[in-house]
T-cell receptor
Framework: SQQGEEDPQALSIQEGENATMNCSYK?????LQWYRQNSGRGLVHLIL?????REKHSGRLRVTLDTSKKSSSLLITASRAADTASYFC??????????FGQGTTLQVKP | SQTIHQWPATLVQPVGSPLSLECTVE??????LYWYRQAAGRGLQLLFY??????ISSEVPQNLSASRPQDRQFILSSKKLLLSDSGFYLC??????????????FGDGTRLSIL
């Protein structure tokens, strides 16, 4: 069963604003990953943060990880209409299998 | 570079008919392979994963089966489809365990509708 939860389920913002999505998980992890899914397509890997890291940046993306709270957040700065998609977090333990959250649907209005 | 191919992109099947979805990976050896199902507006549920030829682990009891006849080929099958088998099926690969923290790479998925 899915053990990740994401908040909010849906987010609508104007172009240029920042978007923040949160994720919680239940068991210990080796890493936590964020993926993006455009409508009707496969998932694309965005960023991976290891359990011993607290923050990671990639372009306009910033991910934080708090293992004491079993939570992570994804920040997209200066959003663009092309950022419109669903975003999923996925926790990974020793087996390498991923447990996905339910996702956040982001709409960026031009 | 590595690529993953999944087909068909869309499939409409009657209840009780058989199913075969194929996934192949190029440009890598001994990948871990995964089949997921995604219900509309939901996250991904892991159905099967494989760490090598003929090695299949099932995550949830269901009407589906998986096989890995070759190193880079992963097949999802059913003998008799149920209405509840409708969904978006995604195949993914990752480097073998021991390669360190690695992401999974996904195909474009198959939209399966059961009538």
């Amino acid at each position: 069963s899915q053990q990740g939860e994401e908040d909010p389920q849906a987010l609508s913002i104007q172009e240029g604003e920042n978007a923040t999505m949160n994720c919680s998980y239940k068991t210990s992890i080796n890493n936590l990953q964020w993926y993006r899914q455009n409508s009707g397509r496969g998932l694309v890997h965005l960023i991976l943060i290891r359990s011993n890291e607290r923050e990671k940046h990639s372009g306009r993306l910033r991910v934080t990880l708090d293992t004491s709270k079993k939570s992570s957040s994804l920040l997209i700065t200066a959003s663009r209409a092309a950022d419109t998609a669903s975003y999923f977090c996925a926790s990974s333990g020793n087996t390498g299998k991923l447990i996905f959250g339910q996702g956040t649907t982001l709409q960026v209005k031009p | 570079s590595q690529t993953i191919h999944q087909w068909p992109a869309t499939l409409v099947q009657p209840v009780g008919s058989p199913l075969s979805l194929e996934c192949t990976v190029e440009g890598t050896s001994n990948p871990n392979l995964y089949w997921y199902r995604q219900a509309a507006g939901r996250g991904l549920q892991l159905l099967f994963y494989s760490v090598g030829i003929g090695q299949i682990s099932s995550e949830v009891p269901q009407n589906l089966s998986a096989s890995r006849p070759q190193d880079r080929q992963f097949i999802l099958s059913s003998k008799k489809l149920l209405l509840s088998d409708s969904g978006f099926y995604l195949c993914a690969w990752s480097p073998p365990l021991g390669s360190g923290n690695q992401p999974q790479h996904f195909g474009d998925g198959t939209r399966l509708s059961i009538l």
